[in-house]
């Protein structure tokens, strides 16, 4: 099937910066949406950034103008850039992407396995 794998989470300070990425790998004949999801402790999941196939962009307002979201079509990755870090941007990060897979033809939505990121004050 179809495996995506994330890394670059860790510990920084506020105002720092970290890079995530989601490497999809597996059965892929293509992808359409690629997205970043958070879900900080205690709290329910949201959804923080969204790039479709054709190249628009969509965040949560708490991230507008911090983050950015991008992908390598070739290595079927996609990236997110985040900046000017904040203690409440403390949470696991999952990526997560609609893919059609080869056989049979079919669309799918997968999830990664998660990164913790942690921002200290």
């Known amino acids: 099937q179809v495996q995506l794998v994330e890394s670059g989470g860790g510990l920084v300070q506020a105002g720092g910066s970290l890079r995530l990425s989601c490497a999809a790998s597996?059965?892929?004949?293509?992808?359409?949406?690629m997205r970043w999801y958070r879900q900080p402790p205690g709290k329910q999941r949201e959804l923080v950034a969204t790039?479709?196939?054709?190249?628009?962009?969509n965040y949560v307002n708490s991230v507008k103008g911090r983050f950015t979201i991008s992908r390598d079509n070739a290595k079927n990755t996609v990236y997110l850039q985040m900046n000017s870090l904040k203690p409440e941007d403390t949470a696991v990060y999952y990526c997560?992407?609609?893919?059609?897979?080869?056989?049979?033809?079919?669309?799918?939505?997968?999830w990664g396995q998660g990164a913790q990121v942690t921002v200290s004050s």
């Open positions: 997560n992407a609609d893919v059609w897979v080869v056989a049979p033809r079919r669309l799918n939505n997968y």
């Open positions: 790039l479709t196939s054709g190249g628009s962009t």
């Open positions: 597996g059965n892929i004949f293509s992808i359409e949406s």
